[in-house]
T-cell receptor, first 113, second 114 residues
Framework: GDSVTQMEGPVTLSEEAFLTINCTYT??????LFWYVQYPGEGLQLLLK?????DKGSNKGFEATYRKETTSFHLEKGSVQVSDSAVYFC????????????FGTGTRLQVFP | SQTIHQWPATLVQPVGSPLSLECTVE??????LYWYRQAAGRGLQLLFY??????ISSEVPQNLSASRPQDRQFILSSKKLLLSDSGFYLC?????????????FGEGSRLTVL
């Protein structure tokens, strides 16, 4: 079945370091891909998305490119801040006419000053 | 603006006891509603999905049930909890028919079954 695999955390970085959180997926057809973020004490919220191959989603300095050839959607940020500390979830949507998402396990990011 | 409320935030229940988690959405009409669960070491799993009052789709076989007695109210229930029901439960809503993939989540309810 369709699934999303994320790198295990926690990922621990110093402020201003480069961030990569890996995400790969298994799905038939042409899914849409998403990154959600959960800050401490809050609900998950959409960070960015890409709906077709080679699309790049971006928001708040984060980027991810939809790579169909490697079935990946890795999250990157050039310089992380302490305020980026959160849990990041990769997700896919199999069909364009639904909002039902399949999520990965989440990766906790801890940024220290 | 729209808000989503979920309660209780934390719950510790004995095996065999009943469960009721409640979720309400404010500021929107006829939302699509979702219950997700995250068990230890696993991704968020979609449990139930609803497009309207009384319309519930179960995504996985389980010991739980869901109801939608009002347009913006979504309830997750069990008559007898199992140890395997422990986890983090999240309610979410989305704008109907827009299909952007954007879900709006509550803060979650952590259930421990002993």
């Amino acid at each position: 079945g369709d699934s999303v695999t994320q790198m295990e955390g926690p990922v621990t970085l110093s402020e201003e370091a480069f961030l990569t959180i890996n995400c790969t997926y298994t799905a038939t057809g042409y899914p849409s891909l998403f990154w959600y973020v959960q800050y401490p004490g809050e609900g998950l919220q959409l960070l960015l998305k890409a709906t077709k191959a080679d699309d790049k989603g971006s928001n708040k300095g984060f980027e991810a490119t939809y790579r169909k050839e490697t079935t990946s959607f890795h999250l990157e940020k050039g310089s992380v801040q302490v305020s980026d500390s959160a849990v990041y979830f990769c997700a896919l949507r199999k069909s364009y006419n639904t909002d039902k998402l399949i999520f990965g396990t989440g990766t906790r990011l801890q940024v220290f000053p | 603006s729209q808000t989503i409320h979920q309660w209780p935030a934390t719950l510790v229940q004995p095996v065999g006891s009943p469960l009721s988690l409640e979720c309400t959405v404010e500021g929107t009409s006829n939302p699509n509603l979702y219950w997700y669960r995250q068990a230890a070491g696993r991704g968020l799993q979609l449990l139930f999905y609803s497009v309207g009052i009384g319309q519930i789709s179960s995504e996985v076989p389980q010991n739980l049930s869901a109801s939608r007695p009002q347009d913006r109210q979504f309830i997750l229930s069990s008559k007898k909890l199992l140890l395997s029901d422990s986890g983090f439960y999240l309610c979410a809503w989305s704008v109907p028919r827009r299909n952007t993939g954007e879900l709006f989540f509550g803060e979650g309810s952590r259930l421990t079954v002993l």
